[in-house]
């Protein structure tokens, strides 16, 4: 349990340090999206390009584990839009909304919290689960859902629908291809494949900024937070207390017996994959779903609401997990 506070209490910290900084007016309101564009395009890449060169991509790229995360990010987008949507006799939300509590729910901080947090946990071995899942969430989870958030687009059947539908996706794959993860994880992934290296004039500074990645990173995470005052609307039906619990603890249970489920159809996980699968689950939102749910006209409000609530609680609900899976 020592061994488990020393990892897990200084990242939560450092996420209560930049929630003070800014709260306080020593960082800034206005300085806070220049750091979060240098964790985004500078550090964080780097970081990740070093683990993915330094994993085997047969680790990267293990079916049993694309599979388990795959097929519960589909089971939690399902009944995210279920209980939100159509749990309420009048009606419930609108697809757009519906889709991005879905998102909110089934998409983890992996990035900023989940990489650095996990290899310091568990060693470096934990990077390629962690990643694994990262990936499927920021190319096929996110993708899904905004193509559903335009399902009620003028219209929910018919030419006009289906065009919304189309531009959100051509949006999606857009935003993709401009994220700069998925290519850090692709070349660092080539890197790995064909066992190359960098020369040292240019290992020096990605390994310079990978190491700035992890504390940048839960600092602006708690600099965003605490940008987040978002009252609900007026009259407005709250549904925190199930968006917030589908992603704390229904999420995890999810991975836990997907991961069982693929050993008992002779799909093993290695178990450290597992136990990171189930951890990454564990873990709060991911902050950037707020600024996608913006961009697309849903309620960001709602969505920030569940990321700072989900961060606060996961402080009790992760260490619990890890205390339970981590010997």
Not at 39 to 62: H, Q
Not at 140 to 165: P, Q
Not at 204 to 219: E, G, H, Q, T, Y
Not at 263 to 285: H, I, N
Request: proline share 7%; hydrophobic share 60%; charged share 10%.
């Amino acid at each position: 349990m020592l061994r488990i506070l020393e990892v897990t209490v200084p990242f939560f910290g450092l996420v209560g340090l930049g929630w003070l900084a800014a709260r306080r007016g020593w960082l800034p309101m206005e300085a806070i999206p220049g750091l979060n564009r240098f964790v985004l395009y500078f550090a964080l890449p780097c970081m990740l390009f070093r683990f993915a060169a330094a994993t085997p991509v047969a680790r990267l790229f293990d079916a049993a584990v694309f599979g388990s995360w795959l097929l519960c990010a589909l089971l939690m987008v399902a009944l995210a839009i279920v209980l939100t949507k159509w749990s309420n006799p009048r009606g419930g939300l609108g697809w757009n909304d519906a889709a991005f509590g879905a998102l909110v729910t089934a998409f983890p901080n992996s990035g900023f919290m989940g990489v650095p947090l996990l290899v310091d946990l568990l060693g470096e071995r934990a990077a390629a689960p962690a990643i694994a899942s990262m990936v499927i969430d920021m190319v096929i989870t996110s993708s899904l859902c905004i193509g559903l958030s335009r399902l009620g687009e003028r219209g929910d059947s018919g030419a006009a629908g289906g065009g919304g539908a189309g531009q959100a996706m051509r949006s999606a794959l857009k935003g993709i291809a401009l994220n700069p993860l998925p290519w850090a994880i692709s070349a660092g992934c080539v890197m790995s494949a064909f066992s190359l290296a960098l020369p040292p004039l240019l290992g020096k500074p990605v390994a310079m900024l990978a190491n700035a990645a992890s504390p940048a990173a839960l600092f602006v995470l708690g600099a965003v937070l605490a940008r987040t005052r978002v009252p609900a609307a007026a009259g407005a039906r709250s549904d925190m207390p199930v968006l917030v619990t589908l992603k704390l603890l229904v999420h995890p249970l999810l991975v836990l017996l997907a991961v069982r489920g693929a050993a008992a159809l002779g799909l093993p996980v290695d178990p450290l994959a597992a136990t990171v699968l189930v951890l990454v689950a564990a873990l709060p939102s991911a902050s950037n779903v707020p600024m996608l749910a913006e961009r697309f006209g849903a309620d960001a409000g709602r969505t920030a609401r569940v990321v700072l609530w989900t961060t606060v609680l996961a402080f009790g609900s992760f260490m619990a997990a890890v205390g339970l899976l981590v010997p």
